[in-house]
């Protein structure tokens, strides 16, 4: 599995983000827990440190440490002027600004380079990528997907979609997947194909307490 590093664009959410975007509940939070491209995300770092058994997958997890920062100090900037030019398509609520998400964002970056070396040898950090699981069946209790199934709906083909759905499905009890807009601000086109092929599924969408992406306030439940 080769990572191109120039293409790389490390964006971490933290604990906080995590909780609300996917309705994480406190019992749900010490449960075994599979992150889908969580990439450097504090999440796993700091739901561990309060007794949780999470385990993320992304395929940047085969860079190093210094590899990993030296591209968040390369992209940072960028992803942040993108974000400031595209102001209308966010909700400035609890963030209030565009510093502020960089401040949040670094915060939760920072966390996660000084778990990386210690998480990757406990293998809570493991490089792979869907649609393909290196994990037993039924490993886990939930998997998440944050910011990367839907969203790339101009990217990834819907067949993609739903080998990963179903591989998620191989290695945990339950799936959930936020936000269901693509890049554009649109409800993927894929959610209600999804809702169709799954049908044999118990699948729930349910709105969460979290709004960034303007609009993005619904999570996709699959048991």
């Given amino acids: 599995m080769a990572v191109k590093y120039n293409e790389v664009v490390p964006w971490g959410r933290n604990f906080d983000e995590y909780k609300r975007m996917f309705d994480l509940r406190d019992d749900e939070l010490t449960q075994k827990?599979?992150?889908?491209?969580?990439?450097?995300?504090?999440?796993?770092?700091?739901?561990?440190?309060?007794?949780?058994?999470?385990?993320?997958?992304?395929?940047?997890?085969?860079?190093?440490?210094?590899?990993?920062?030296?591209?968040?100090?390369?992209?940072?900037?960028?992803?942040?002027?993108?974000?400031?030019?595209?102001?209308?398509?966010f909700v400035w609520n609890t963030i209030k600004s565009v510093d502020e998400l960089g401040g949040i964002r670094m915060a939760a970056m920072k966390i996660f380079l000084n778990s990386y070396e210690a998480g990757k040898c406990d293998k809570k950090y493991v490089p792979g990528e869907l649609p393909h699981l290196p994990f037993a069946d039924k490993e886990f209790d939930i998997a998440l997907s944050s910011h990367f199934l839907f969203l790339y709906s101009s990217n990834l083909s819907y067949e993609f979609h739903v080998e990963a759905i179903n591989e998620m499905l191989r290695v945990a009890g339950e799936v959930r997947i936020f936000p269901l807009l693509d890049l554009n601000g649109v409800k993927s086109p894929y959610v209600q194909r999804v809702i169709a092929d799954f049908k044999t599924k118990a699948i729930e969408i349910r709105k969460v307490n979290y709004e960034f992406q303007r609009g993005g306030n619904e999570l996709m439940i699959i048991k």
Avoid: H
Avoid at 54 to 80: A, F, N, W
């Fill in 33 to 89: 827990i599979l992150g889908c491209g969580d990439g450097p995300a504090s999440f796993n770092y700091e739901c561990n440190s309060r007794g949780g058994r999470v385990v993320s997958l992304d395929p940047i997890y085969s860079l190093t440490k210094e590899q990993i920062r030296q591209r968040i100090d390369d992209t940072c900037k960028e992803v942040l002027k993108q974000t400031a030019c595209n102001k209308e398509k």
